[in-house]
């Protein structure tokens, strides 16, 4: 029988289209859309950098950057513009944040498996991706801080104000593993309440209480204005909130279908070399971007700083001067 092709999957019936009821046909929209508008957004902010960097490089470094630069001259034009459709990414990504982790969450939400269909998974899941994304920066840019001598460009107020960022997402976060156990025992629904338990005391209780205390418990320092300004505390527990997010995937996943509605298919996950092969895979993949965005870019957005070059720059001339006499 002839295959006919029908986008996203081939199939040999020709009349199979996919769900578009289904969030996990969501996912490939809104991800998709995320992404799009995220490298753009991150792409325009590296255009007036691009075109320095072009202006002072040689050969075919000034080809590579000539290209990427898009022609920028820095003209009040190009500011003009370049300033708008900034504006108009920020405003689009802002509710992409929204709708990405809103529809994630509705690939467990929807179904029908104890522990997993609750309608508190949007905003928990929401509240999650920026308390583990202003970690996952504070990691880097403290490693990128220190390697880099970039002390004068990101101060203790900015790494503080990060810091308050993620007291107050943790706290949310918090709330919304507070009130899943409430809703679990409020429900009366026996299912539910039995998986809210098997997370706490079941065989997988080392991840459930890991998750509770790096994600609850350790951004609860940061009550501290002292703690928030320590750059090695911070860099530990940004540390320890990423294992802690790991953690909670691994918890909402591993544990729910561990254990399901027959005791005959219950079982223990253990994850095979293939798998752990793929995991550090990420890490590499992920390493090996930022080091090469690194190497051939500003870390640092010049054109977003130029404000304080003038200031900067009497400063400098100032403790010259003085040094000189």
């Known amino acids: 029988m002839e295959c006919i092709f029908h986008f996203p999957y081939p199939n040999t019936r020709g009349s199979l289209w996919v769900n578009f009821n289904s969030a996990l046909l969501w996912d490939v929209f809104a991800i998709s859309t995320y992404f799009t508008v995220s490298l753009l957004f991150w792409y325009t902010g590296l255009v007036p950098d691009l075109a320095t960097i072009r202006d002072r490089a040689r050969g075919i470094r000034k080809k590579f950057y000539g290209f990427f630069s898009l022609g920028w001259t820095g003209a009040a034009k190009h500011w003009q513009r370049w300033e708008y459709l900034s504006l108009v990414l920020a405003g689009l990504a802002t509710p992409l944040v929204l709708s990405v982790h809103t529809i994630v969450s509705f690939d467990f939400a929807t179904s ?18 920026v308390f583990s994304g202003f970690a996952m920066v504070l990691t880097l840019m403290l490693i990128a801080r220190k390697v880099l001598h970039l002390e004068e460009y990101i101060t203790l107020a900015h790494i503080e104000s990060m810091n308050k960022v993620i007291l107050t997402t943790g706290s949310i976060v918090g709330v919304a593993y507070i009130t899943e156990l409430f809703i679990s025992w409020y429900s009366g629904y026996i299912y539910e309440q039995w998986a809210f338990f098997n997370r706490a005391f079941g065989p ?71 798998e752990i092969s793929l995991y550090l895979g990420t890490f590499g993949l992920f390493f090996t971007c930022f080091l090469v965005f690194a190497r051939l ?24 001067a003085t040094k000189k006499h």
């Open 297 to 320: 870019a500003p870390v640092v957005a010049v054109a977003e700083i130029k404000h304080i070059l003038k200031t900067g720059g009497d400063q400098y001339i100032g403790k010259n």
């Open 112 to 129: 029908m498996i104890p522990g997993w269909h609750t309608t508190i998974f949007p905003p928990y899941f929401v509240a999650g991706a």
């Open 204 to 274: 997988y209780w080392w991840s459930y209480f890991g998750m509770m205390f790096a994600n609850v418990i350790s951004p609860q320092f940061f009550w501290s204005k002292k703690l928030r300004r320590n750059i090695t505390f911070t860099f530990l527990i940004s540390i320890l909130i990423n294992i802690g997010m790991w953690f909670e995937r691994f918890v909402i996943i591993a544990t729910t279908l561990a254990r399901d509605f027959v005791p005959s298919s219950w079982s223990y996950y253990s994850p095979t070399w293939v």
